[in-house]
Every structure is written in C-alpha cells, then in structure tokens.
C-alpha cells in the first residue's frame, strides 16, 4: 500500500506543479483592451465618389509642355447610401467635376438636364452635373429594410475622357452633394487617395416627423410638381408584356406659350411603341426592332405594323381634322396642331394636350407584377420662333392620376402609375451668348411728329458676309406711315424724312434693319386732365398666320391702376403693373406679311387698339408724355420684346404732329379695309 501512495503521489504532484504554473502565467498576462464603442459613421446620406482607373489616350501630347491637357480614358462610381431615418425619394446626385471630364457612359442614373451622351461637364464655369437615379429613383431607410443594401444603396457608374496630367494625380472632383435642399452636406473627407466622401444629414429633423410610414403607399410619392410647362406620364392600364400610356402636356406659363409643340422622350429599358391616338411619331420605323433584342425576343409580331422603334421617338400633335379619326384620334385635349395656349386666354381647356400610346416592355419587365418604369429625358419644343425654349427634368413618382369614371357615375378611376416633368422656360445662361429677342418696340407720340424706331438689330444682325450696313448705328427716326413699310423702302422714307425734317447727316454706313418678326408701336394719343389714352399696334412680318396671339405690356404703377379698356383687344389688369390683351373673336388671327392693290411693297399684318386710363387714381406727379405714359416692358406671345433706348420728345407739339398721326390712322384703317 505504502509503494502504492508512493506511485500517487509522485504522479500528482507533477500535475499540481503545471496547473499551478499554467495560473501563474494567465494572472501575469495583462487584460484584454475593451472594445471602442460603435462609430457613428454617417446617419444621413453618405455620398461617396471612387476613382477606379484612367489611361492615356490619344493624341499623346508632349508632357514637358502640354501635361494639363493631355487626354485620358477614365472609370469612376458613385455611391449614394441612406442610412437615415427618411426615405430618400428621387434622389439627385450633384458632382462638380473640374478636369475637362467629358462623361461617355453612364449607368445607374440619367443626367437630371436630359441632355445627349457624351456630355462636356465643364462647358461652362462652376458648372455642377446633376444625375437622377433611373431606374432606382427611391432609397429606403435601413430601418424599413432590415439594412437591405439593394434598397438603401444606388451605385453610378462613370467612365469617359479627362485632361489632366500624368500620375500620381488622381483627378477628383472638388465637390460632391445631394441635390435634395432638404439636406447639408459636410465638407469632403479627402483622407483617401482616390476617393471622396461626404455625409448629409437633415437641416431641420422635424422633417422626419412628417414622413409616411415606412410601407405605405405615399411613402414612395412625391408631391405633384410644378412648372411652365408639367408633363403627367399616366399607366392606364398594364398586361405582362404592354402597358397603355396617356401623356399630357399641360401649359401652366402665365404668358407662355407652343405652337406645333414636339415631344421626345428616351426608353431606358428597351421599351417600344406599337400604336399611338391623339399624336404620331416624326419617324415611323420599326427597323430598330427587326435587328435589335426587341425582334429577338417578340418573333410572333408583325413589326410591319408597330409605329415607332427608336430609342428616343418625337412625337407631334394632329390637326383638328383628325379629332374624330377613329384609328388615330378622339382622345380628349388631343389634335390642336400642337398649340398650348396659357390658361389667362380661356377656360383652360386650351392650355392641355394628350395622347394615348400602347408601350411594348422588354425582358426582365416582360410580366403582369413587375415594376413600372417612365421614360426619363423628356425634351419639348415649339415650331414657332417666338416660342420659348424649355429644360425638363426627370420623371418624379406622384400620386396616380384621378380620372372620372368611364360608365358615368359618381366614381373615380386611378391611374395604376404616374409620374411628373417639370419643365420650365430656360433664362439665357450668363457664360454663353444671349439670345436676341424675336419681337421689338417702337414708341410714338402726339406731341412729336417722329416715331422712335426698333433698334438696330433688336432681334439679330445680318451675317457679317452679306453685311452693307451697320450693326452699331443708331436707328434712324421715321415718320409714321413708315412703320406699315418693310425695312428695305422703311430706309428710304427715313433718308427722306431727315432731309425735309433737317435732322442732320445720317449715318454712314447707314445703320441696319431690326430683323425682326413682329413689331408692335406704342402711340401716346392723348393727354388731358382727367385722363389719357394711347394705341397699341402689332405687325406680323412673318410669312405665316399667328393665330390666338395675345400681348401684354407692363406699366408705372403710377398708371396702371388707372386702366379702364381696350377698345378692340380683351384686355385685363393682370396686375403686376401687366396689362393683358387679346384678340376679340374674329380678330384674333395675326396674318402674315402679303402684298396689297394700290401699294407696291408687301405690308405686315396688323391688329390695333386703343387703350383708355383716367387719372383720378394716379399720384400728383404723374407726368404721361416725358415717361409714365409709355410701357417699360412688352410681350408678344409670351415673348419679351426688345425696347427703343429713348421715349419721343416733347419739342415737336403742334399741327405737324397731329398731321403725322393723322395720317398714320388713316394708312391704317386704308390696310385694315382693304385686307377684311
């Protein structure tokens, strides 16, 4: 027994000798470091730009001394994360990009202007290039995803040509924000070589309170927008491989106005149209289906008979014989020849068009539940002139149209999408040459016998090649039956007029015409005690009609509230010191130039009225002849006109100016007989 606790004892001790010695070095061991709390990182919009590669491309400039300039294909992404607590609807991503680049491919987003592809982003100085997400225009919140990336996240990417110099620069862009004004953005962390970031967060987080619950319908709804013009893209009904589409132009410009307007549009995802009422395409051609994935993937259509294949179709609004066409037309709003009047000319009626389309889809949308999507890149133009010109936007999600229902009882019908565009009249960009107006104003007035013409080259110059005038002289005075003559015979009479008027030598070169299409003369007629009235004259130069033309003039409100009535226009005081007119049934064509029996040059069309305003409202420092009489700024069709430099003089009261008016409402009236 003795042997056998002798063994015992000499195996356990060992063992207690190792598990003692294993102790001591765990306690000798210092303790683990407690892990940093969470990082807060970004709990807004993280903005995130990565450069991911650039290579040299010709033409290979000497680096010595062109480096700057040299050319280079590059790659970049852009993330947009939401990792905030309110859903991120349409999102627009602003870059400003300062390195030449010129973007060929995008993917992921649509430049939010519309414009073609390859795209100059620093055409002009401090230019931002914003991108719409298309197709993913919403990103939700973490919270309603369960941190689902796919939802939360959009990723754009980039690849084009830059100029810069050689490696290790890394052309970056210098700024990167949401276009969301909602938002502030913080300054970019620059701490990586090739990438750029910024965090947004809310300016006010009351914001959040407001927002639908996460799920619901309205969550996913912009407000309905607002514009000169809004363009409603309505699914009326959906099939697993077409949808029906109504589009409507609606005209919401307070002076603004289309004639013969055009629509384009870009299909993003293969989409083509089949059939179309109430406009048809410019091109129709279904080649682009024949040869491409479409005629691949429908090989039981006859594309014969589908209307429109390209990518991005421009459409036009029919005639008016064509409202009944069966086939092509009873659409209501439809088949004005494309003329959107404001909603100050009538009932509102005239301010809308539509058309009706059937849309063909493309795999991976061929089904009855999945995901509708708009065009994007929507462009509207005029075929007049005198229309303005408009930037759109992208497509923004809106509550759906509500539309009373087909069987005529009390009821609404929803559309089952739809989407809004903004478009709104551009202003002339300050880096790039203004535009010349197309309309221009001369003043006249009792109390002178001379008119104050249009300027030289109120509305352009001609090409310096032909040019055997001035495009600098001041235009010459006229005497008033002059302004019924084109500018060819409108220069001799005023050669003539300075001579017999002795008023000096005239220019030489002699200065050259206006140029423009449309004129209109502003006569002070009378001036009393108790009141004043003046005539407004427009004249149509063009070679063709102007049909429900409208004009309107601003005023000194010292005037203005003096207005009584036109005599031959609907006018209204549309306040704003703005007077609105119109023609009166029966006078509200503006006919073209045309040649006349009894007069040997062509003569404008014409519409005239006079206007009448008292005085009583007027301060005591109202002074009609020397300035308050005349209007300061004039709008024909929406358009501004270009205005004289001076008002006439007061020097010239008496008979001869009476005489000179005299006869000009005398030529006047003469034309207007002889043109009913």
Excluded at 146 to 175: C, H, M, N, W
Aim: glycine fraction near 8%.
């Amino acid at each position: 027994m003795e042997a056998m606790h002798a063994t015992s004892n000499q195996t356990l001790f060992p063992r207690l000798a190792v598990l003692l010695l294993l102790v001591a070095i765990a306690a000798a061991q210092p303790l683990p470091v407690a892990p940093p709390p969470d990082d807060a990182g970004c709990n807004g919009v993280l903005l995130t730009y990565t450069f991911e590669g650039r290579e040299r491309i010709r033409p290979f400039l000497d680096p010595a001394t062109q480096a700057g300039s040299q050319p280079y294909s590059f790659r970049a992404n852009a993330t947009v994360l939401n990792s905030g607590v309110r859903t991120l609807p349409s999102w627009a991503l602003l870059l400003t990009f300062i390195h030449g680049e010129i973007l060929v491919g995008v993917d992921g987003a649509v430049l939010t202007s519309g414009a073609d592809l390859p795209y100059n982003t620093t055409a002009a100085p401090t230019t931002t290039t914003s991108f719409s997400g298309y197709p993913q225009t919403d990103l939700l919140t973490p919270i309603a995803t369960a941190g689902d990336l796919s939802k939360i996240q959009a990723t754009v990417r980039l690849y084009g040509t830059l100029f810069a110099g050689p490696e290790p620069l890394v052309p970056l862009p210098s700024a990167l924000s949401l276009a969301d004004p909602a938002y502030n953005c913080s300054p970019l962390a620059t701490a990586a070589t090739t990438t750029r970031s910024t965090c947004c967060a809310l300016k006010s987080p009351d914001q959040v309170a407001a927002e639908p619950p996460a799920g619901s319908a309205a969550a996913s709804y912009l407000p309905r927008v607002a514009g000169d013009l809004v363009i409603t893209y309505d699914v009326l009904q959906t099939h697993e491989s077409t949808y029906l589409a109504l589009v409507t132009l609606e005209n919401d410009a307070p002076m603004g106005r289309l004639d013969g307007w055009e629509l384009s549009w870009e299909w993003q995802r293969g989409e083509f149209v089949n059939t179309m009422r109430g406009a048809y395409p410019r091109k129709v051609d279904a080649s682009e289906c024949l040869f491409g994935p479409q005629g691949q993937y429908y090989k039981d259509i006859d594309f014969s008979k589908v209307l429109n294949c390209e990518r991005r179709p421009t459409v036009f609004d029919l005639p008016p014989e064509r409202r009944q066409d069966v086939s092509m037309g009873q659409i209501e709003h439809c088949c004005r020849n494309g003329t959107l009047l404001p909603k100050s000319m009538g009932d509102g009626t005239q301010s809308v068009s539509a058309f009706q389309m059937e849309v063909y889809k493309m795999p991976p949308e061929v089904n009855r539940t999945s995901r509708l999507h708009a065009p994007a890149n929507f462009r509207v133009s005029g075929a007049s002139t005198l229309n303005p010109e408009y930037a759109c936007g992208q497509p923004v999600p809106v509550s759906p149209s509500e539309f009373p229902d087909p069987s005529g009882l009390d009821s609404t019908t929803l559309a089952v999408a739809s989407w809004q565009v903004s478009c709104n009249i551009t202003v002339d960009d300050t880096t790039k040459p203004s535009k010349p107006p197309r309309c221009c104003v001369s003043f006249s007035s009792f109390n002178d016998e001379s008119v104050i013409p249009c300027n030289t080259c109120a509305c352009g110059c001609p090409a310096p090649a032909t040019r055997t005038c001035s495009a600098t002289a001041p235009a010459m005075v006229l005497p008033p039956y002059a302004l019924l003559m084109p500018f060819e015979r409108r220069d001799k009479e005023a050669l003539k007029w300075a001579h017999d008027k002795e008023l000096g030598a005239p220019p030489d070169p002699r200065p050259c015409g206006d140029m423009c299409g449309v004129s209109v003369n502003w006569h002070l007629a009378t001036d009393a005690a108790g009141g004043w009235s003046a005539r407004i004259t427009l004249f149509n130069w063009e070679d063709s009609d102007m049909r429900d033309w409208f004009a309107s003039v601003v005023l000194d409100d010292k005037v203005y509230g003096g207005f009584e009535q036109a005599y031959s226009f609907n006018a209204t005081a549309a306040g704003n010191g703005t007077i609105f007119m119109r023609g009166r049934e029966g006078f509200d064509d503006l006919i073209r130039e045309s040649n006349m029996t009894g007069v040997d040059y062509p003569v404008p069309g014409k519409q005239q009225s006079v206007l009448s305003f008292t005085k009583k409202t007027s301060p005591a420092d109202v002074d009609v002849v020397r300035r308050d009489g005349f209007p300061t700024k004039v709008f024909f069709n929406g358009e501004e006109c270009a205005m004289p430099n001076k008002i006439p003089s007061h020097g010239g009261i008496g008979a001869r100016a009476s005489r000179g008016a005299l006869l000009l409402l005398l030529s006047l009236f003469y034309l207007l007989v002889s043109s009913a």
